[in-house]
């Protein structure tokens, strides 16, 4: 076919988002907002110095102690996500609807006849989701700046100089073998691209899955006085992400109509972790709660696969899938990794107002970022770079949750508040990118069953970008998401 060439300067440096393990998986799996009852939902899940909820089991193991009866909780969830993008000047905006059980527990008391010393042992056993990755988001503009091809061409693993046949068959190859990219004449392993710039770009996003924990907790009451707890967790992840990257030449610039970048993501795997906890009551007004979580131990496995397509003026349309040097379908690419998530400390203090009126809450956590690690479990690679990556661009931060709850009979009435700081360094453009939830909610309990209603409106800002490149400004994006949790629950 007739080609138009556009050398695309080298002085242009650009990293497509790659889907291989790096920092941000690091991060996506040790950010836990933990998943809760619609009680501890409701008071901002500050649940660290209080106990008697099935959700303090993930927070402060010691809240297990705090129950007196047998408990059996279960609570469904309805989301919606909605996550709107400003990118060159142009707004989109999309959303997604998700139904799922967050909570689904156990816990049996055992009493013994004194008053005072051990007066009870308990046992709890479970599942909580930690985090909801169920979201849609549309990127959208017109680029006068940069292309994706500028990655293909010249980022620092781009195709110039090297021959075609040792292209990355997941990406400059792809971009190769639908002409998005071309060998210049008279050379072998130099490339030229048709795609003029003024084009419009879109990237349609959508992931699913999620984090959760099953949890095994054992805790004691003494006195009255002092609770102590331990949790052994069982971690699960699941995630999915389907990005399809377009290109348009809306303005006919050349030859060159358009191309669509299909990446898919599938990432599962189990991990363990141990919790201790303790809550004292030096008055019977005042509670102290603190807990240590030792990190997560991941073992992981990503799969991914990529496509591409291109169509131009001149009638030809050309597909590429990924391809060995002999020009046969290889599949998906499979890694299995280790990773190993923060250390983290939550401290807490309730306050317990006259007359059982009800109690006031607040937690703070501490996490450190920098201390996540990816390992190699398959030889070959020592991801040295990724993890000093995270030693860069990520920081330690806290976590402020707060909560309350007033009692009119039966009857109770919540509301709370989270602030989850920004785990990025100060000179990251993502450093103010914390998250902000609103929360309330109401409850009925009688001695043998409970029902409460939750509802919780999480908020954060951040930037993205399609493809890093010197010349090419993010994407602005604002998301809500709206959080409704039934728990229903029984005493025996």
């Not at 075609?164 to 971009?175: G, M, N, S, T, V």
């Not at 805790?219 to 609770?227: C, E, M, S, V």
Request: with cysteine; hydrophobic share 35%; aromatic share 16%.
């Amino acid at each position: 076919m007739k080609r138009v060439p556009v050398i695309i300067l080298l002085s242009i440096i650009c990293i497509a988002n790659s889907y291989t393990q790096n920092e941000a998986d690091a991060l996506r799996y040790s950010r836990k907002f933990f998943g809760s009852t619609a009680r501890s939902a409701g008071m901002g899940n500050a649940f660290a110095s209080l106990g008697g909820d099935f959700s303090s089991l993930g927070y402060n193991p010691a809240g297990i102690a705090v129950f007196r009866t047998t408990e059996l909780t279960f609570t469904p969830a309805f989301s919606m996500d909605e996550i709107s993008s400003r990118y060159m000047g142009l707004e989109r905006s999309d959303s997604k609807y998700d139904i799922g059980i967050y909570n689904l527990g156990l816990v049996t008391s055992f009493i013994s006849k004194r008053n005072s010393g051990w007066v009870s042992t308990n046992f709890g056993i479970g599942y909580n989701r930690h985090n909801n990755f169920n979201r849609n988001q549309v990127i959208e503009g017109v680029n006068f700046d940069s292309s994706i091809a500028d990655f293909f061409l010249a980022g620092p693993f781009g195709a110039n100089g090297t021959v075609p046949e040792a292209l990355d068959p997941f990406w400059e190859r792809l971009a190769f073998d639908t002409y998005i990219i071309d060998t210049v004449p008279g050379f072998v392993d130099w490339y030229e691209t048709p795609v003029m710039l003024g084009q419009t770009q879109r990237e349609v996003i959508s992931t699913s899955g999620h984090t959760g924990e099953w949890l095994f907790s054992v805790g004691a009451n003494y006195g009255h006085k002092l609770y102590l707890g331990a949790t052994f967790g069982i971690e699960s992840v699941n995630y999915e992400r389907k990005s399809r990257y377009s290109e348009f030449d809306e303005l006919n610039l050349s030859n060159f109509d358009q191309l669509l970048f299909t990446k898919d993501l599938s990432t599962t795997g189990t991990g363990f972790t141990f919790k201790l906890g303790a809550i004292f009551k030096p008055l019977e007004m005042l509670r102290l709660g603190g807990s240590i979580h030792l990190p997560t131990f991941y073992r992981l496995t990503d799969e991914y696969y990529h496509e591409m397509e291109s169509w131009f003026n001149t009638g030809e349309n050309y597909q590429a899938v990924p391809a060995n040097q002999e020009g046969n379908p290889i599949g998906p690419r499979i890694k299995e990794y280790s990773m190993t998530t923060p250390f983290r400390v939550i401290g807490g203090v309730g306050l317990m107002l006259p007359g059982q009126l009800g109690v006031i809450s607040l937690d703070y956590e501490y996490v450190d970022y920098t201390a996540m690690r990816l390992r190699e479990t398959d030889g070959g690679y020592d991801f040295y770079a990724e993890n000093q990556i995270i030693r860069d661009v990520y920081r330690p931060t806290g976590n402020l949750r707060a909560g309350a709850e007033l009692r009119l009979g039966t009857f109770m009435l919540r509301g709370g508040y989270a602030l989850y700081g920004s785990p990025f360094a100060d000179d990251q453009i993502n450093t103010d990118a914390s998250y902000t939830s609103y929360s309330a909610g109401i409850g009925f309990r009688e001695s043998r069953f409970y029902v409460d209603l939750g509802y919780v409106y999480t908020t954060n800002e951040h930037f993205y970008y399609p493809y890093e490149c010197a010349v090419l400004d993010p994407s602005f994006n604002q998301s809500g998401n709206n959080r409704f949790l039934l728990t229903m629950g029984f005493r025996f």
